[in-house]
């Protein structure tokens, strides 16, 4: 999976409790991004990064909050997790513009009861 | 909102035969990808086709890519029971200097009988 983790790979929480999910990449690309995925939705963006500090948001980035504070690391933390948030969540990795193929980790499972 | 959508939902071949998926889109685009997703696990990038280009192949897959019509195909020639998964296409759209982010279109099932 070009070196890419994610953890936890399971997690059930209960609602109103803080999440933080974690990618880390050995690859050193410069820009990563944060999906969920759900039936019916296909992959949705929530936030991306294009560098460290540098990022913005994606299609559904309302209750997320992400933070880069190193090349290999990205953090996507939900403040207050609800039912809603219940979903697959994948980190993914590209090189950059010119080069723009992205590279998936295994997946985090997320359960808010 | 989905940039890419595929078509069908859901196919089911036997083996050695051609599997076709559709994919259309609504907006320009600079490239459209193709991924591939076995069940619980992350996507795989199969191919890319930039919008000056009209066919490619890698393998047993063949894209094509009709800017016209806005839509591309993806050909799986002589199936087997392996290429059963999701496939995906994917749109870009650079914005700024902030890279290239990828819009998703839902996906087609196939299921590959041996």
């Known amino acids: 999976d070009a070196g890419i983790t994610q953890s936890p790979r399971h997690k059930v929480t209960e609602t109103g409790t803080p999440v933080t999910l974690r990618c880390h990449q050995t690859?050193?690309?410069?820009?990563m991004y944060w999906y969920r995925q759900d039936p019916g939705h296909g992959l949705r963006l929530i936030h991306y990064s294009y560098g460290v500090k540098d990022t913005d948001k994606g299609e559904v980035s309302d209750g997320y909050s992400v933070s880069r504070s190193k090349t290999e690391d990205f953090l996507l933390t939900l403040e207050s997790a609800t039912s809603s948030q219940t979903s697959v969540y994948f980190c993914a990795i590209s090189p950059g513009q010119g080069a723009n193929e992205q590279y998936f980790g295994p997946g985090t499972r997320l359960t808010v009861t | 909102s989905q940039q890419g959508e595929e078509d069908p939902q859901a196919l089911s071949i036997q083996e050695g035969e051609n599997a076709t998926m559709n994919c259309s889109y609504k907006?320009?685009?600079?490239?459209l990808q193709w991924y591939r997703q076995n069940s619980g696990r992350g996507l795989v990038h199969l191919i890319l086709i930039r919008s000056n280009e009209r066919e490619k192949h890698s393998g047993r897959l063949r894209v094509t890519l009709d800017t016209s019509k806005k839509s591309s195909s993806l050909l799986i020639t002589a199936s087997r029971a392996a290429d059963t998964a999701s496939y995906f296409c994917?749109?870009?759209?650079?914005?700024?200097?902030?890279?290239?982010?990828?819009?998703f279109g839902g996906g087609t099932r196939l299921m590959v009988k041996p």
């Open positions: 907006t320009s685009i600079n490239n």
């Open positions: 690859e050193n690309h410069r820009y």
């Open positions: 994917a749109t870009d759209a650079l914005r700024n200097n902030a890279g290239n982010m990828l819009t």
